[in-house]
């Protein structure tokens, strides 16, 4: 089975500057999708950005990015010129490409950001 | 309204009570699906429909049951829960089975 893990639990970072949220994860597979997730207070489950294992492009959202290791089982969100309305827990995800069960998102435990005005 | 919506956003209910919780999309999605998301643990995907046919049923008790109308509509039924099922439910649809999920703002549901 899938894990996910995301090792800090809180993070804050200074208006306008950079963050960077990190997760691994732990899979036997070779294709696969990973997700970050935001969800503010208003607690609605919103995707920030997605990435597909086959591509070794890292994608980007405008001032998110993030940086797909797959020999690492790493994929790190970063978050630049942070804005106060980037508070939020982020979620970071995985989903198989293939197989019955590829509809399931497994998710890690989240990072709460502050944003420091 | 747009996207998915929930109601009620909250919700107490003691454990005798029966109570439903109920999940809307208006994207044209076929595909929907129930999660619970509990303080400090991941979440967890319990229940899951495709083109109104469960396709999923996570090992939940059956305290807890879906129905799920139409593709548009999904209602998560209660009854006799415990404190411990106090958690936020959250509804996500997506336009095909394995397509990207859109999420609704959850029920935050407290059981006393």
């Known amino acids: 089975a899938q894990t996910v893990t995301q090792s800090q639990p809180e993070m804050s970072v200074q208006e306008a500057e950079t963050v960077t949220l990190s997760c691994t994860y732990d899979?036997?597979?070779?294709?696969?999708?990973l997700f970050w997730y935001k969800q503010p207070p208003s607690r609605q489950m919103i995707l920030v950005i997605r990435q597909e294992a086959y591509k070794q492009q890292n994608a980007t959202e405008n001032r998110f990015s993030v940086n797909f290791q797959k020999a690492a089982k790493s994929f790190s969100l970063k978050i630049s010129d942070s804005q106060l309305g980037d508070a939020a827990m982020y979620f970071c995800?995985?989903?198989?490409?293939?197989?019955?069960?590829?509809?399931?998102?497994?998710f890690g435990k989240g990072t709460k950001l502050s944003v420091i005005p | 309204e747009t996207g998915v919506t929930q109601t009620p956003r909250h919700l107490v209910m003691g454990m005798t009570n029966k109570k439903s919780l109920k999940c809307e999309q208006h994207?044209?999605?076929?595909?929907m699906y129930w999660y619970k998301q509990s303080a400090k643990k991941p979440l967890e995907l319990m229940f899951v429909?495709?083109?109104?046919?469960?396709?999923e049923n996570n090992s939940v008790p059956s305290r807890f049951s879906p129905e799920c109308p139409n593709s548009s509509h999904l209602f998560l039924h209660l009854h006799t829960l415990q404190p411990e099922d106090s958690a936020l439910y959250l509804c996500?649809?997506?336009?095909?089975?394995?397509?990207?999920?859109?999420f609704g703002p959850g029920t935050r549901l407290t059981v006393t």
């Open positions: 995800a995985y989903r198989s490409a293939s197989g019955a069960g590829s509809y399931q998102l497994t």
């Open positions: 996500a649809s997506s336009q095909y089975l394995f397509g990207e999920q859109y």
């Open positions: 994207l044209g999605h076929n595909a």
């Open positions: 429909y495709s083109l109104e046919e469960r396709v």
């Open positions: 899979t036997s597979e070779s294709d696969y999708y």
